[in-house]
C-alpha cells in the first residue's frame, strides 16, 4: 500500500501529466477535444517551442536531490524565458520606434505580432500594453538590463569555467615563466659554480706548481747551503789545523822565549854579581888606600 501511494506523489503525477501532454502532439488524447494544442499554438505562437521546453525541463528538478542545482536549474529556466522575451520585445520595438509615419501604430503592432512573425495572442497583447504604458528609455533599460543579467545568469557557470582556466593558464604561464626563470639561473649558477671549480682547480694546479718549484728552488738552495756549510765546515777544519799549527808554533816561540828570558836573567844577575864583586873590590881598595894614606899620616 506504502508503494501504491509513494507512486501518486506530486513529482510523478506531474511527470505523467507532462509526458501525457507531449503524447498528445503524436497521438489523439483526452486534451484535442478540448482543442488545447491549437489553442496553445494561437496564444504563445512560436514562444510555443519555448513553452514547450520549459516544461520538457520542468520535471528535472524535482528529482534532483541537490537543493544547489535544483535551484540553479530552476533559475536558469526562469531567466531563459525573460531572456528569449526580452531579444524579441527588444527587437519589434526596435522595428517600431522606426516607423513613426505610421497612424495606427496599434493595428501595426498587432498585425506584425500576430501574422507576420506569429509571436501569439498574449505576447502581442503584452507588446502593445508595454508600448503604450512605458516610455521609450524606460523600456531599452529595462529590457537590455534583463537581458545582460539573463545573459550573466545563463553563462554565469561557463564564464566562471572560461575566467578559471584564464587565470589557471595566466597562472600557469606565470609559474612556467618562473619555473624556465629559476632554471635558468640555476643553470647560470652551475656554470658560475662550473668555473670557479675550473678556476679553483686551475689555481690549485697553479700553486702546486708553484710548490714544487719553489721546493725543488728550495731544495736546489739547500743543496747549494749544504755544500757552502761543507765548504765552510772544510775551510773551518783547515783554519783549525792552521790554528793548531799556529798555536803549537806559538807554543814553540813562548817556550824559547821563556828559555830566553831565563838565560837572559842568569846573565843579568852574572852581570850583578860581577859588578856587585867589582864594586866590592873597588870598595875595598879604596879602603885599603884610605888606610894606607892613614897609616902615612902616622908615621909622618
Not at 493595428?107 to 497583447?125: A, K, Q, R
Not at 647560470?188 to 694546479?205: D, G, M, N, R
Not at 747549494?224 to 816561540?253: G, M
Amino acid at each position: 500500500m506504502k508503494k501504491i501511494i509513494s507512486v501518486f506523489t506530486i513529482k510523478n503525477i506531474y511527470l505523467i501529466s507532462v509526458v501525457y501532454f507531449f503524447y498528445g502532439y503524436f497521438f489523439t488524447n483526452f486534451l484535442d477535444k478540448f482543442s488545447f494544442y491549437e489553442k496553445i499554438k494561437n496564444y504563445l505562437g512560436v514562444f510555443q517551442l519555448l513553452f514547450l521546453i520549459v516544461l520538457a525541463v520542468s520535471p528535472f528538478p524535482m528529482y534532483m536531490k541537490n537543493k544547489k542545482k535544483k535551484i540553479v536549474l530552476k533559475t536558469r529556466l526562469i531567466f531563459f524565458v525573460i531572456f528569449c522575451f526580452s531579444v524579441v520585445y527588444g527587437y519589434l520595438l526596435d522595428l517600431i520606434y522606426k516607423l513613426d509615419s505610421i497612424s495606427d501604430i496599434e493595428s501595426y503592432i498587432i498585425e506584425m505580432g500576430v501574422f507576420d512573425y506569429n509571436i501569439g495572442t498574449l505576447p502581442t497583447y503584452l507588446l502593445l500594453e508595454i508600448y503604450n504604458r512605458f516610455e521609450k528609455k524606460w523600456i531599452y533599460s529595462v529590457l537590455g538590463f534583463l537581458i545582460f543579467l539573463s545573459v550573466l545568469i545563463l553563462i554565469a557557470k561557463e564564464v566562471r569555467i572560461t575566467v578559471c582556466a584564464i587565470i589557471n593558464a595566466i597562472r600557469n604561464r606565470r609559474e612556467r615563466i618562473k619555473k624556465e626563470k629559476l632554471l635558468k639561473e640555476q643553470i647560470a649558477i652551475k656554470e658560475y659554480q662550473e668555473k670557479l671549480e675550473i678556476s679553483y682547480v686551475e689555481a690549485l694546479e697553479k700553486q702546486r706548481e708553484k710548490d714544487i718549484q719553489d721546493a725543488v728552488e728550495e731544495a736546489i738552495q739547500n743543496n747549494l747551503v749544504l755544500k757552502q756549510i761543507e765548504e765552510e765546515t772544510e775551510e773551518i777544519v783547515k783554519l783549525k789545523i792552521i790554528l793548531n799549527e799556529d798555536l803549537e808554533e806559538t807554543e814553540k816561540v813562548e817556550e824559547f822565549i821563556e828559555e830566553e828570558t831565563e838565560i837572559l836573567l842568569e846573565e843579568e844577575k852574572v852581570e850583578e854579581i860581577e859588578t856587585e864583586k867589582v864594586e866590592d873590590e873597588e870598595k875595598t881598595e879604596e879602603e885599603e888606600e884610605i888606610e894606607k894614606n892613614d897609616t902615612s899620616i902616622q908615621v909622618s
